[in-house]
């Protein structure tokens, strides 16, 4: 089976830190997204990536950055968090469109 | 950019009952489209998925759902309820030889004794 890892399920940070998302896919997928998920807001994309070291902005990529330099692995960044920045965190990865894979999902609070 | 819209934000429906959960997208060729489903504190489970061909396609857990494209619709329907499908549950759609993919808001179902 695929399996989507990210590395904390809860992390509570302090406004102005600088915070790591880190995700690992164990399937050779191509691409990978981070989402963030809001109630009523739905999944909406943040940034994804089809290749090592490539990148794209999806519809909210303010405030964050990613990172990719490894095949298997995703990091979305936060530069200087913010309290606006609290949500759960879903990344996946896919082959192609055929079907994305979700992580459990991180639930970060910005204090 | 592509759109995804699903009008109901929370449907009540009692155990055993009929089920229809609508998703009309926004997108100028044809999509790829995905229903996926979201128990509490999990992460999102692929339940269907639409590319070409047959417009009524089958998935897991007794769900299907109908492409039509005249009415840019992707309903996702199941005969009779059960309470472990309470659940919150996303519409996607993906661009052709494109690499993103976009979710509705979500409705989420809540079942009834």
Known sequence: DVKVTQSSRYLVKRTG???FLECVQDMDHENMFWYRQDPGLGLRLIYFS???KMKEKGDIPEGYSVS??????FSLILESA???QTSMYLCASSLRQIEAFFGQGTRLTVV | AQSVTQPD???TVSEGASLELRCNYSYGATPYLFWYVQSPGQGLQLLLKY??????VQGIKGFEAEFKRSQSSFNLRKPSVH?????EYFCAVARYNNNDMRFGAGTRLTVKP
């Not at chain 1, 990719?68 to 692995?73: A, F, L, M, Q, V």
Request: charged fraction near 40%.
């Open chain 2, 51 to 56: 590319f070409s061909g047959d417009t009524l």
């Open chain 2, 83 to 87: 309470w472990s499908d309470a659940a």
């Open chain 1, 68 to 73: 990719r330099e490894k095949k298997e692995r």
């Open chain 1, 82 to 84: 913010s309290t606006n």
């Open chain 1, 17 to 19: 830190e600088k915070v």
């Open chain 2, 9 to 11: 934000i929370h449907i």
């Open chain 1, 50 to 52: 089809y290749d090592v």
